[in-house]
C-alpha cells in the first residue's frame, strides 16, 4: 500500500487565522479523501477528490488534489474554534474496493 | 441518517481474553472495515471485507481475525488479547459503485491489561 505524509503533524492557530494542512503520496492517487476527527470519536467526512486539478469547498473549507494527482492541500479561511481537531488524508489505492490509506493526521488547535 | 455501531465505546480486558468487537450498518454497504488508531501511527488498515463471508487481510493482520456472516455485521476478532492490542479500533463501510466517502463508527477504545 503507499504511504500518505501529513504536514505539519500540529498546528496552533489563533481564531480568524488561515491554514493550510499537506498530504504527499508517494504514487498516483485514484482517490484523495479528507476526514475530520473530534478527540476519541469516529470520523467524519470532509471532501473527496478524484481529478487532477480538481478543488472543491465546503463552508471555510477548501481541498485541492495537483495536476499530477500525488498531493493534496486543505485550507482553513478564517479559522474558528468548531474547526479544532485531528485532519486526516486519506488515499485509494486499490482502485475499487475502496481500501483507504491514510495518513498519520495533522492535530489543529484554535485558540480563541 | 445513515449509522455505522459499534458496540462498544470503551472496552477493558485481560490479557489472554478473546475479545469480540461488534459492527453494524444499515446502508446495505457491501464494504466494512477495521483500522485501528495509535498515536504517531494514524489508522491502520487490520481487515476489510467486500462481501458476506469474505474477508482480505489489511496491512497489519497478524494476532486478529473477522468474521462476516451477515451483510450488515462485521466483527473483528482478537484470539489472545494482549497490550500491544490497546488502541483505538474504527469501523466503516462503503459502497463501492458509488465510489463515496467511508462512513466510520465512534470507535471502541480498548485497554488490555
Known amino acids: 500500500s503507499q504511504e500518505l505524509e501529513q504536514s505539519p503533524q500540529s498546528l496552533i492557530v489563533q481564531e480568524g487565522k488561515n491554514l493550510t494542512i499537506n498530504c504527499t503520496s508517494s504514487?498516483?492517487?485514484?482517490?484523495l479523501y479528507w476526514y475530520k476527527q473530534k478527540y476519541g470519536e469516529g470520523l467524519i467526512f470532509l471532501m473527496m477528490?478524484?481529478?487532477?486539478?480538481e478543488e472543491k469547498s465546503h463552508e471555510k473549507i477548501t481541498a485541492k488534489l495537483d495536476e499530477k494527482k500525488q498531493q493534496s492541500s486543505l485550507h482553513i479561511t478564517a479559522s474558528q474554534p468548531s474547526h479544532a481537531g485531528i485532519y486526516l488524508c486519506?488515499?485509494?489505492?486499490?482502485?475499487?474496493?475502496?481500501?483507504?490509506?491514510f495518513g498519520t493526521g495533522t492535530k489543529l488547535q484554535v485558540i480563541p | 441518517d445513515v449509522k455505522v455501531t459499534q458496540s462498544s465505546r470503551y472496552l477493558v480486558k485481560r490479557t489472554g481474553e478473546k475479545v469480540f468487537l461488534e459492527c453494524v450498518q444499515d446502508?446495505?454497504?457491501?464494504?466494512m472495515f477495521w483500522y485501528r488508531q495509535d498515536p504517531g501511527l494514524g489508522l491502520r488498515l487490520i481487515y476489510f471485507s467486500y462481501d458476506v463471508k469474505m474477508k482480505e487481510k489489511g496491512d497489519i493482520p497478524e494476532g486478529y481475525s473477522v468474521s462476516r456472516e451477515k451483510k450488515e455485521r462485521f466483527s473483528l476478532i482478537l484470539e489472545s488479547a494482549s497490550t500491544n492490542q490497546t488502541s483505538m479500533y474504527l469501523c466503516a463501510s462503503s459502497h463501492p459503485p458509488q465510489k463515496t466517502e467511508a462512513f466510520f463508527g465512534q470507535g471502541t477504545r480498548l485497554t488490555v491489561v
Open positions: 446502508m446495505d454497504h457491501e464494504n
Open positions: 477528490l478524484q481529478k487532477g486539478g
Open positions: 504514487k498516483t492517487l485514484y482517490g
Open positions: 486519506g488515499a485509494d489505492d486499490s482502485g475499487g474496493y475502496q481500501k483507504v490509506t
